[in-house]
């Protein structure tokens, strides 16, 4: 029986609710056709990775030998698919929404120079992956229409979110191991630290809901601080992870909008 051909799409199943997050995001706070375009050329780099991995020989001889022709075809297909979102995107956009781009565009030639080393599971190359998307969500804002400030804070608090999240999945997996409650611990503390610090750094009004951002995720961490330690858990802590990052980003683009 032949072998079932290698799958072409991304493997990190946590960048998909990261990102998708961090886009929503993005083009709900700019709101902007060029906005629009920034976050499918960013979707279509994402979706872009895996097959290049599998033409370089990152997944394997096998894989590649198996996959190059279709690799090849869908590589096609979304780099014509870039070319056409980055022409609307950023043909005649005033140079401050350009500028946007740059720290999404730095982060992900580093996320990518992570995978080529097979490092993107690694809790930096996760925390890069974060950030990475993070800025993405800035610069689809910025390109929408957003403002620099505002697109700039989105990311930002995006950032801390997604940071918040990798440190309670690592910090468990580290309990895990140890068989020590401390990290877990450390996790919920780091993450209500730094809800703390961003309502206290927001100003009133509607403005506080961006800084309650946080706090979805610092619930999470508190659940997770409570609650046993055990393998089957990490499932659970997905999806709760991906389900208060809504709603923080929620919140999040509420107070920015």
Request: net charge positive; with cysteine; hydrophobic share 60%.
């Amino acid at each position: 029986m032949a072998s079932p051909s290698p799958s072409l799409w991304p493997r990190e199943h946590g960048a998909y609710a990261q990102l998708g997050i961090a886009l929503a995001c993005g083009a709900v706070l700019g709101h902007g056709f060029r906005g629009i375009c920034q976050a499918l050329l960013t979707l279509a780099l994402f979706l872009a990775s895996e097959p290049i991995l599998v033409l370089l020989g990152r997944r394997g001889g096998v894989s590649r030998d198996a996959a190059q022709v279709r690799a090849a075809l869908r590589l096609l297909i979304l780099g014509s698919l870039i070319i056409l979102m980055a022409g609307f995107a950023w043909a005649g956009a005033p140079a401050g929404q350009l500028a946007g781009i740059l720290p999404a565009a730095l982060l992900g030639a580093a996320l990518f120079g992570l995978f080529l080393f097979k490092l993107e599971r690694t809790a930096p190359g996760e925390l890069l992956a974060a950030w990475a998307f993070s800025a993405s969500a800035g610069a689809v804002a910025a390109l929408g229409g957003a403002g620099g400030r505002r697109a700039t804070l989105l990311a930002l608090l995006l950032a801390a979110m997604f940071t918040q999240a990798t440190a309670i999945v690592h910090l468990h997996l580290i309990a895990l191991k140890r068989s020590a409650p401390w990290p877990r611990a450390l996790a919920a503390i780091f993450c209500l630290a730094t809800a703390a610090a961003a309502l206290a750094l927001s100003k009133p009004g509607l403005a506080r809901a961006a800084g309650a951002a946080l706090l979805p995720m610092a619930a999470a961490s508190v659940w997770v601080w409570s609650t046993s330690a055990a393998p089957r858990k990490l499932k659970e802590l997905g999806w709760a992870a991906t389900a208060c990052g809504f709603v923080g980003g929620a919140l999040a683009v509420l107070g920015l909008w």
